[in-house]
C-alpha cells in the first residue's frame, strides 16, 4: 500500500510505502567453463594488430524460483482525480525450476583491432568484435574506436574512446512463470559508451588511471 501526494498538475510530489509484502523467492547456482586466445602482432611499424576469441560453455545452472500466493494490491483514488483505482491479483502458489548441463548454452566471442601509431606520441585504435549467445541465439558486431595522445612521453596519455556494448540477460530473466519459454529469445542488452581517460605511470610498476564516461 502506497500513500501518494499529488500536486494540481497530477506529478506526484511525495510517495511512502504504508505496507509491504514479499512477492517471490529466488534461487539460483550457476557456473561456466571457458577457453581464450589472444594474438598481437606488429604488421606494419605503425601499425599492431591484435586479434582474440573465447568460448565459455555452461557448467550447470540450476534455478528455483518460488511464488507466494495470492497476492492482491489495491491503489485508491483518494480526493484526487489524477489517480485511478485498480485490484491485481497474481495466481496460486507455483514453483519455476531451471536447470542446464554442460554445453547446453555457449557464449563466443571474437575481435580483431588496429593500433595505428599516427605520429611517435598520437595514436588511433579501432576495432570490431561479435557475440553470440547459443540459448537465445543473439549476436551483435560491435564497433569501437579511441584516440589516445602521450601528454608526457611514455608516463602520461590523454585517451578518447566510443563504441556498442553488448551483454546477455542474467541466466534467470530467460525463464518464465509457466515454464512456456517465451523468454528463452530475449535481445541482448545494448549499451553505448564514450569515455575520457587520463593515466600516469607514478613509479615502476603504479599506474594511476582516472576516467569519466556517459
Do not use: C
Not at 514453483?95 to 542446464?100: G, P, R
Request: glycine share 6%; aromatic share 14%.
Amino acid at each position: 500500500y502506497y500513500h501518494l501526494v499529488y500536486n494540481d498538475k497530477g506529478n506526484v510530489e511525495a510517495a511512502k510505502i504504508i505496507n509491504s509484502q514479499d512477492v517471490y523467492d529466488t534461487h539460483d547456482d550457476e557456473a561456466f567453463y571457458a577457453v581464450k586466445y589472444e594474438m598481437f602482432y606488429q604488421i606494419h611499424p605503425k601499425h599492431d594488430l591484435m586479434v582474440g576469441t573465447q568460448i565459455q560453455t555452461t557448467n550447470h545452472w540450476i534455478g528455483t524460483t518460488t511464488f507466494l500466493g495470492s497476492q492482491t494490491r489495491y491503489k485508491r483514488n483518494i480526493q484526487n482525480p489524477y489517480d485511478t483505482s485498480y485490484v491485481y491479483t497474481s495466481s496460486p502458489d507455483g514453483n519455476i525450476t531451471n536447470s542446464l548441463s554442460f554445453g547446453d548454452a555457449n557464449k563466443l566471442f571474437a575481435y580483431i583491432s588496429d593500433k595505428y601509431r599516427i605520429t611517435p606520441r598520437l595514436n588511433l585504435t579501432f576495432g570490431l568484435r561479435y557475440d553470440y549467445f547459443s540459448y537465445s541465439r543473439q549476436g551483435q558486431f560491435s564497433p569501437r574506436g579511441s584516440i589516445a595522445y602521450e601528454i608526457i612521453p611514455i608516463t602520461t596519455t590523454l585517451s578518447l574512446s566510443a563504441g556498442d556494448y553488448w551483454q546477455t540477460q542474467p541466466l534467470p530473466d530467460y525463464a518464465d512463470r509457466q515454464n512456456l519459454g517465451i523468454n528463452k529469445y530475449l535481445e541482448n542488452e545494448r549499451s553505448q559508451h564514450i569515455v575520457l581517460g587520463l593515466q600516469h605511470i607514478l613509479d615502476e610498476g603504479i599506474k594511476l588511471s582516472v576516467e569519466t564516461y556517459y
